[in-house]
């Protein structure tokens, strides 16, 4: 595996790699890597040439008071999983080569970014689509692949992705799961084992909307209603939001058909978890 830190270096490498004609898989993350991560590299090593994996933790997707500096960061740890799951480049950029003294210009995906998990963190899509773009420019993927339970970040990327004509295929892969049911995620490691129990009706409260769903039921307030319950019942946490949108547009729907996504933040200690299930 080839570790590489500096833009330049990474710009040259894809350059010649496209070249001689080879296709690039890449799977940009924030590290700490976990088994949701190296799901899609190991999806991305089957659907091209070279696979590319980068570790940045993207200060600009992080407001004020939020994890940024305690954010974990495991390079060693990282290394070890993204050779071990066949990743030929490593990408580490530092902060300064990817935002360099001066650096103003942003992408915005307007009406995307501003519901759900945008409400509580403003600019932190346009933070994700910035750094994203930025990501692409550099490494030139043909594929890029994110996991669906950053589902609002999924569509964000898409979006703009249609919006700005970039070659690049985006693949949403499947959201991996604990067998308590618990979805993976860098910010689990947060929890302490009391905290990670509770936080098993996160995904409770989505499968018995879902049931509901299955079983007919199309009121989004009673569907609601169902997760809900299940939340305070088991002291989850305290809800950020529970609710049920249009799965491209996220616009917020009154009545529920399939395609839509139920989708929540709740914080259990001070991890804020993010789940969803698709109706
Ligand atoms: O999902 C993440 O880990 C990050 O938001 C991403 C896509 C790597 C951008 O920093």
């Known amino acids: 595996m080839n570790v590489v830190k500096g833009v330049a270096e990474m710009k040259a490498l894809s350059r010649s790699l ?16 976990h088994e949701g991560h190296l799901t899609l590299m190991a999806e991305g090593k089957k659907r091209a040439d070279v696979l590319v994996a980068s570790v940045f ?5 992080f407001g004020p008071g939020e994890d940024y500096k ?21 990408f580490f950029p530092g902060p300064e ?3 360099p003294p001066g650096f103003q210009t942003y992408v915005e995906v307007t009406e995307l970014e501003k519901p759900l998990c945008g409400a509580s963190r403003p600019g932190h899509f346009r933070g994700v689509a910035t750094v994203v773009l930025k990501l692409f420019n550099i490494v030139r993927p043909d594929v890029a692949f994110f996991g669906r339970k950053d589902y609002q970040q999924l569509q964000v990327i898409k979006r703009m992705v249609r919006d700005l004509d970039l070659d690049v295929e985006i693949v949403g892969m499947p959201i991996v799961r604990e067998a308590s049911g618990l979805a993976m995620s860098s ?37 609601l209603e ?4 299940i939340l305070s019942d088991s002291s989850a946490g305290e ?11 996220l616009e917020e729907v009154m009545l529920a058909s399939p ?14 978890l993010i789940d969803n299930i698709e109706l």
């Open 57 to 61: 933790v993207n200060p600009t997707q």
């Open 18 to 33: 496209k070249r001689d004609g080879k296709t690039i898989a890449f799977v940009p993350t924030m590290g700490a890597l």
């Open 259 to 272: 395609g839509d996504v139920a989708a929540l933040a709740v914080k259990v200690g001070r991890a804020r």
């Open 226 to 229: 169902s997760g809900k319950r």
């Open 97 to 99: 080569e990817i935002y």
């Open 187 to 223: 910010r689990n490691a947060y929890l302490s084992e009391e905290q990670r129990t509770r936080a098993v009706a996160l995904s409770k409260a989505l499968g018995e909307i879902k049931r509901k769903f299955d079983g007919g039921e199309r009121k989004a307030s009673v569907l």
């Open 239 to 249: 809800i950020d939001y529970l609710e049920i949108r249009n799965g491209d547009t």
């Open 70 to 90: 305690k954010y974990t960061r495991d390079t060693e740890g990282d290394l070890d999983k993204m050779s071990q799951t066949g990743v030929d480049i490593a």
